[in-house]
């Protein structure tokens, strides 16, 4: 329970990042720690100021803005969970470091990959000032296996374009977990491109 720590819990949606933050919350409550627990205004999925698992646990949480926020709302936590840093601006590593150096516990989730399979914010940078992270795998969507590393974005039900939005707040409608084998990623774009260099030189002939 010593402070000066940084436990980064991540993985793709659905493999039970914030029941695994709740859970550690829980113990800290039980031990009688001071605890503040940090939510990204931009996650609109919970319709309240509070965190909550696909398995219906929830907590109160502080919702901020920007990163710099947190520092003025936990003042008096000795520890501070955060959820959903991936959606945190750029400062965020910084303000975690000033926690740490101030004797707080951290305990964060957040998106290690967004939906292109490519680093998400600040994840990388958090993952290496973490003194303890936990890679958490979720079940294929499509497959059933239990190696699901991917965050796979739908649209009316089908893959997502690589062009679309990075960030698309949404839940189980939205996005599924699948491992490697069946993450898909379709590019309206090159596929145009490719068409269009196909008749060009289909024409040339």
């Not at 959606?87 to 989730?109: C, H, P, R, W, Y």
């Not at 979720?138 to 997502?160: F, N, S, W, Y």
Request: proline share 3%; net charge positive.
């Amino acid at each position: 329970m010593s402070g000066y720590c940084f436990e980064l819990i991540t993985g793709p949606m659905s493999c039970g990042k914030t029941e695994e933050l709740l859970r550690r919350i829980r113990r800290c409550i039980i031990a009688k720690k001071k605890v503040k627990v940090i939510s990204p205004e931009v996650d609109t999925r919970a319709k309240g100021d509070y965190i909550e698992s696909r398995n219906g646990l929830w907590l109160d949480a502080i919702k901020v803005k920007h990163s710099v926020q947190i520092l003025s709302a936990v003042k008096d936590a000795e520890v501070v969970a955060i959820d959903e840093l991936q959606f945190f601006d750029s400062n965020i590593a910084k303000v975690i470091t000033q926690l740490m150096n101030e004797g707080k516990k951290v305990i964060g989730t957040g998106l290690e990959l967004d939906f292109k399979a490519e680093p998400f914010g600040s994840m990388p940078e958090l993952m290496c000032i973490a003194t303890k992270v936990d890679k958490l795998h979720a079940v294929c969507m499509k497959c059933g296996c239990e190696h699901a590393t991917r965050t796979q974005r739908l649209i009316d039900g089908q893959p997502a374009d690589k062009n679309s939005p990075l960030i698309m707040i949404g839940g189980d409608e939205t996005y599924e977990a699948r491992c490697i084998k069946c993450y898909e990623l379709p590019d309206v774009n090159a596929k145009k491109k490719s068409l269009g260099f196909k008749l060009l030189q289909f024409n040339k002939e």
